[in-house]
Each structure stands twice: as structure tokens, then as C-alpha cells.
């Protein structure tokens, strides 16, 4: 399939990188060689180490789980994949998933491949991470990853970039929109209009319903409870409004939006309003691809490194 690439800066085609693409699973599912673990307490985190042997050419790579308290008090868990660069890129999951999800996964990998730190967490609620899980939880799901980030710059780290995937777009736009504190930013899947997408899940009368019994209960084909929507998170999620907050972005921050044509969940539509929206924008189509990336993963892993690795090359030479 080809891979579309626009900028609507310049309106220009940038690349077709599924004709020639950087990553094979092969590539980023690099097996441990070699492995020892320690466990580190420190203030407000606990870290669990493991040091294995990544490639010829890169030095020793240690995978360390880590546990750091939102400002609830929450525990997050995630897992860094240290290669000790001067760079992090966090990666923030999607809707009822998790740090282990594949596109984390495989993401951290090709990233940490050439040599770039990697954290990757579950939001509180989700995964191994404390709290309950809430339908809602946009901007709370922000606050999460600005702990994440202080977390960091406490330990003397730098974090440059954070990406997210479906919800997890949605809430690295809304971090660079709140805290404009980061100029690099990777949306992948992210949703617009978050009034869309809401009846496929809980119903053409969902507004009658909530109001009248308070909630809605997911079921599950089997009829089981998968989780609950109160009408408090349901409003939170339709008083999130992500044009306003991308008007907000600053324009030094390079945003790239990442979507499948063929996305069964969230219309690829909603990534050209981004486009329209956002200061300082790309927008890379993948022909093809679910919003699973299924059956392309590594092209979406391409993408994401060139624009990170590229970023990173300008912010170093506008720092000389």
C-alpha cells in the first residue's frame, strides 16, 4: 500500500515510505541476550532494572519498570527503556488499553533502535496503574502525563517529545494546549470531535438513558459488564472541546498527526480538522491502515522515528 505524507503547511507531497521501509518486525522485536535485575527505591517512585545487550552498535540497553505517584496520589506503572540518551519520548495508549498494547510495544522499539530513551505507562485506571477507570478523564489523563514529565525533569532528564495513540492523541494534544512545554508532539488516531463516536458504543438514546437511570453499563457479547458510564465523565468527555485547545498550541511546537485511511473507529477525516487547526503541522496518511495499524505497523514505526529523529536534528542545530 502506499504511504501518503502532507504537510498542510506547504501543502506538499513529503515521502512515500512504504516503498522503501526503515523497520521489518525483525528489526524491532530485538530478543534479550543477556540480563540482570536490581531494585531501586527512590522518593516517590520504585524502579525495577533489567540490563540486556540490544544491538552490535548501540551500548547496553536497560529496561526498568518503573512507579510514579500522579498528583491524586496514584501510582502509575510504566516501563523505561533507558539507552541513556539525553532525550525520552513517553508514549501514552489509547481507550481501555495499556503500555503493552503492540503499537506501544513495537514503537518503543524502533525508538529505542536508534539510541532514544522510551517510557511508556498506564494512565491511572488502566493497566497496572492504581485508581478506577472513568469514561472520561481527558484532561485529568493530561495531568498524568505532566507528573510523568516532572518525574523526569526532577531526575536532570529531558523529555522531547510524547506521543499517543487514539485517546492517548487526544491527550498529548491537550498537554501541549495546557502546559506548552514541549515542541515536538506525535498524534496517532487521535479523535476531533469528541461528540462523535459516542452512540456506536452506548446507543442512539444514550443522552434519555443516562439522565434517566445515571449511568450506562458497557456489556460485552456475553453479556457481562465490561465497564460503567456516568453522566459526570459522559459530560466531561462532550465538554472537552479539542478545537479550542489546538488553537492554543504554540506554533514552536511541531505536531505530527499520524491516521489510517482505512480506520474503522475514528474517520480519517477527523485528522484533516487537525490539520486545519494546529499552527505548526504534518499530516501523514497510511493507505490501508485500521486503527490498530494491524497490518501496518512498520510503517507507522517509520514515521514516528523519522520525524522524531528529524526534530531532534533541527533543535540541535538551532542550539549551535
Known sequence: MATIALNFDSLTLLSNLSTNPKYTFSQVRTPFISSSCRRISKPNSTISTMAHSHSTQKPVIERQRMIIPNKHGEKLVGLLHETESKEIVILCHGFRSRKDYNTMTNLAAALEKEGISVFRFDFAGNGESEGSFQYGNYYREADDLHAIIQHFSGESRVVSAILGHSKGGNVVLLYASKYQDLRIVVNVSGRYDLKRGIAERLGE??????????????????????????EEALMDRLRTEMHEACLKIDKECRVLTVH????????????LEFAKVIPNHQLHIIEGANHGYTSHQTELASTVVKFITSALEQDKVSSK
Open 260 to 271: 489510517g485511511s482505512a480506520d474503522e473507529i475514528i474517520s480519517v477525516e477527523d485528522a
Open 205 to 230: 438514546d444514550f443522552i434519555e438513558i443516562i439522565k434517566k437511570d445515571g449511568h450506562i453499563d458497557v456489556k460485552n457479547k456475553t453479556g457481562g459488564i465490561e465497564y460503567r458510564v456516568t
